[in-house]
């Protein structure tokens, strides 16, 4: 879709996975391969950690969590 693209090409998608059992991991890989602005990162230190990582990875001038 051209508006997902062009979505897309305007923002950064960071995920941080907190070793989920659910499939997430593999579809956040999936998503990871296709766009040029989604970023994996792995955290197994908890919920608080994984944000920290996330915020220390962003590089626009907003961040949503």
């Known amino acids: 879709m051209i508006f997902e693209q ?3 090409n305007k923002i ?3 995920i ?3 070793t989920s059992s659910d499939g ?3 579809r956040c890989k999936e998503l990871v391969e296709k766009n040029r602005n989604v970023y ?3 955290s197994e230190k908890g919920v608080s ?3 920290n990582k996330g ?3 962003a590089k626009g001038k907003w961040i949503f969590l």
């Open 6 to 8: 062009d979505v897309l």
């Open 12 to 14: 950064e998608i960071i």
């Open 16 to 18: 941080v996975e907190n």
């Open 24 to 26: 997430t991991a593999e």
């Open 40 to 42: 994996l990162y792995h």
């Open 49 to 51: 950690n994984a944000r």
């Open 55 to 57: 915020v220390e990875n």
